[in-house]
């Protein structure tokens, strides 16, 4: 019974939200960068001077981890674990959640396949240093649903009402 | 605020007169020289050729590799004190060519030095290496060069170490008693031996010992014991050494020239710019021609101007948009660095309209709201001013910081009307709070979004006009906005609330707009069926302005990542106490203006590129590349006329 009690706290629930945004979107931001990364590194050891703009396009993936952090942070917040806000009942705590999926998710996902977007513009890169806008287009074309993400995350968070 | 006109120009004149043409033309530098080789296919051809100043090319390619050569040594060894951002120095002509050959033999005599500074080195290696052999045997007190006596015969080599010469010895013995192996030093891997064998039994000796991996030393020549020969490389060291910094010496006090040097550089390079040309134009015995663009409001002096100095016959002729022309632009000195955004994702063709004044607008609040930080702005804003001013950036130089020194203050904007100055740092009361107001915010962010298309829709309208096409774009653009307004009339109550009348007026927006759509959209299609299932079919097209509008959600979703992360950077000061909050707060807000700037700049791009030039823009227009002097190290400034 402790632990059926214990699982369904809110704020352990909350945690798990928490856990689940920025695990997974860090996930997806890891792997992404790390695409990207080897990718430059390659063009990197033929022509060292294009060091600057590769390593904006190894950034780019870089940011559904920090969309998970932010939605993490805020679940956080909310639940009363940073800071001394209200602590939240097991429905609230099964609430936010699901408000950290849509980010924890897409996030993971968008991740990897803008990194290997972005890998794909380091090709561009190294034959024509002149295109780097295009090569951004193409993998910040993927970061869009990473945004929306972020945004279902932050819409459903904004409606969860603690207390 | 537009795409120039240009004209077609065609210059028939003398070949002695050429150069002095050319140079003329070269100073002005708005006028582009085209490939004119495709006279040689006409049916006049065979009495055309190709020109060429090949030999001077190459001839100056030459210099300018001595010259860089030069540049590249010297500036190794000098230490130049430059201030950050500095303006580049103005280029003077040449005038005569003593005061050419002057600057050039100093570079010759830099890159002497500098040959006799890479040859010392390379020695100095060398004796490293001889000295490095011989190290292990410093020991020995046997004279190298006297290795034999007249029955002996003396060997150094190496055993790996995991041979032992107690296991060597017993066999040596069996095939030559009086021979003798002794070890001088060991280290890691191998040890170092003598081996003394009587001559005759020297070849077994030898046999034997490379079955247990004996190998035989390769010393360099010395007179002397190894401890000699070690004294006497370290003397050569030493000697090269000094050459060396001699030599680095001797090239420093040529670090006054440097500026001379470059100039020089830089007069070359249009030296051979103004030699390479001649490949594009064609010639008969006496006489040459040449074909290109200028801006049309030029043509009409330089003609002038070159039939009255000199013997030839220029014509010039209106470009027509339709068949094309290469495209210069010509915006104000806030619209031009914007340019470069455009390019990036093509040059506008003749038939388009120069969007980069309108979209400057967008780009500049767009990327103002998404950064949305009144303290980065004011850093981004002033940092990029500061450049651009220092570095004395004309028209045309330095796009990108006056690009993002605009943003910054947007950003400043965006920022106070958000309450955020480095997150919540500084608490200032917000207008909109963007953790607070959300539906404010998403509603701010689709409404821009709407505008930019709307917008975007708008250009294709007054294009199809100006084409004398006033049905299409009524077809094609009116009823667009008719069906889009009255559909986002009727989808806003279901989300925000009742609008009141505004509602009702949707209804029929939306109804007028869909039926004018589904008569209208198949008009280019053959038969009744085809085109009232074309016309049906092109109300699914909301479903693309719908994306189009939603992905404008991504204003806030960045304006947020800002100021939570900026106060999650706070919070984190907050807590490690006042004096690591110091640290954390400026490497923190570094980070956060870094990445979000990028990001910034990288969806309002995005936003142009997609949504808004998707709705008009054909691009594809091929940038007019002037002939004209262009340099290295240094600046030409020219008055503007």
């Not at chain 2, 001088?184 to 001559?199: L, R």
């Amino acid at each position: 019974m402790e632990f059926l009690s214990a699982i369904s706290d809110g704020q352990f629930l909350a945690i798990a939200g928490a856990a689940i945004a920025a695990l997974f979107a860090g996930m997806g931001s890891a792997k992404g960068t790390s695409i990207a990364g080897q990718a430059a590194a390659g063009v990197v050891t033929e022509d060292p001077g294009k060091f600057g703009q590769l390593l904006v396009l190894q950034l780019l993936p870089g940011t559904q981890g920090l969309y998970g952090f932010i939605i993490a942070f805020l679940i956080l917040s909310k639940a009363g674990i940073i800071g001394g806000a209200a602590v939240p009942t097991a429905a609230q705590g099964f609430q936010l959640l699901a408000a950290g999926l849509p980010i924890g998710l897409v996030g993971y996902v968008s991740g990897i396949y803008q990194g290997k977007a972005a890998a794909a513009g380091v090709g561009i890169v190294a034959k024509k240093p002149e295109e780097l806008g295009k090569a951004i287009t193409f993998a910040a074309i993927v970061e869009t649903y990473a945004l929306l993400g972020l945004l279902v995350s932050f819409l459903a968070y904004n409606g969860i009402t603690i207390g | 605020m537009a795409i120039v006109e240009m004209s077609k120009l065609s210059i028939v004149g003398l070949n002695a007169d050429k150069r002095a043409i050319l140079r003329l033309l070269m100073e002005y530098g708005w006028v582009q020289i085209d490939d004119s080789s495709y006279l040689l296919e006409q049916e006049y051809g065979e009495t055309l050729q190709r020109d060429s100043a090949e030999s001077e090319v190459i001839q100056l390619d030459q210099k300018i590799s001595l010259l860089s050569q030069c540049l590249e040594s010297i500036k190794k060894y000098v230490t130049i004190k430059k201030p950050m951002f500095a303006p580049k120095r103005e280029y003077h002509a040449i005038q005569s060519e003593i005061e050419e050959d002057k600057i050039f033999e100093t570079a010759v005599k830099i890159n002497m030095f500098h040959r006799d500074l890479e040859a010392a080195k390379n020695e100095e290696n060398a004796a490293m290496m001889k000295k490095e052999i011989l190290l292990p045997w410093a020991s020995l007190d046997v004279p190298l060069h006297q290795m034999e006596t007249k029955y002996s015969k003396m060997v150094l080599g190496t055993f790996p170490t995991t041979m032992k010469l107690v296991q060597v010895r017993p066999k040596l013995e069996e095939v030559a008693l009086e021979s003798i192996v002794n070890v001088v030093k060991s280290d890691k891997q191998f040890d170092y031996c003598y081996v003394i064998a009587h001559k005759e039994a020297y070849e077994q000796t030898m046999e034997l010992l490379k079955e247990f991996g004996f190998v035989p030393a390769t010393l360099p020549k010395v007179e002397g014991t190894p401890q000699q020969g070690i004294k006497e490389f370290e003397n050569q060291i030493e000697q090269r050494k000094k050459e060396q910094a001699q030599l680095a010496e001797d090239i420093k006090h040529y670090a006054d020239t440097i500026p001379e040097l470059e100039n020089l550089y830089d007069y070359y390079m249009i030296q051979r710019e103004e030699r390479k040309v001649h490949e594009k134009l064609v010639t008969t015995q006496n006489t040459f021609c040449l074909s290109g663009w200028l801006p049309f409001e030029k043509a009409q002096n330089l003609k002038q101007e070159l039939e009255s100095k000199f013997h030839c016959c220029v014509e010039t002729e209106k470009g027509n948009a339709q068949e094309g022309y290469p495209i210069l632009l010509e915006n104000n000195s806030i619209v031009t660095p914007f340019e470069s955004v455009t390019n990036m994702y093509s040059c506008p063709g003749t038939k388009d309209i120069d969007p980069n004044s309108i979209m400057s607008i967008f780009y500049i609040i767009f990327f103002g709201m998404m950064l949305s930080d009144a303290g980065y702005g004011v850093i981004i804003a002033l940092a990029c001013f500061f450049i651009v001013k220092k570095g004395k950036m004309g028209k045309g130089e330095g796009n990108l910081f006056k690009l993002l020194g605009w943003c910054g203050v947007s950003t400043v904007v965006w920022g106070l009307i958000f309450g955020g100055v480095f997150g919540d740092l500084i608490k200032i009361p917000a207008l909109i709070s963007p953790l607070d107001d959300v539906m404010i915010l998403m509603g701010m962010s689709l409404a821009f979004g709407i505008v930019h298309i709307y917008v975007g829709l708008g250009i294709k309208g007054y294009m199809l006009i100006r084409d004398g096409k006033a049905l299409d774009a009524l077809f094609d653009v009116g009823l667009w906005y008719l069906f889009i307004t009255g559909i986002c009339l009727l989808v806003i109550p279901v989300v925000a609330g009742p609008i009141g009348i505004f509602g009702e007026i949707g209804k029929y927006l939306a109804i007028v707009g869909a039926i004018g759509l589904v008569l209208t959209q198949g008009r280019s299609f053959k038969g009744i069926i085809m085109k009232g299932y074309k016309g049906v079919a092109s109300l699914y097209g909301i479903t693309s302005y719908f994306a189009d509008i939603l992905s404008y959600s991504r204003l806030m979703a960045l304006c947020l990542s800002t100021g939570v992360i900026g106060q999650v950077i706070n919070l984190l000061g907050d807590i490690a106490g006042p004096i690591p909050a110091i640290f954390i707060c400026v490497i923190g807000h570094t980070a956060n203006l870094l990445i979000n700037a990028l990001g910034a700049y990288v969806h309002t791009s995005r936003l142009q590129y997609v949504e808004f030039f998707g709705k008009f823009f054909e691009g594809g227009g091929i940038p007019f590349s002037p002939f004209k002097r262009k340099t290295k190290y240094t600046a030409i400034r020219t008055e503007q006329n």
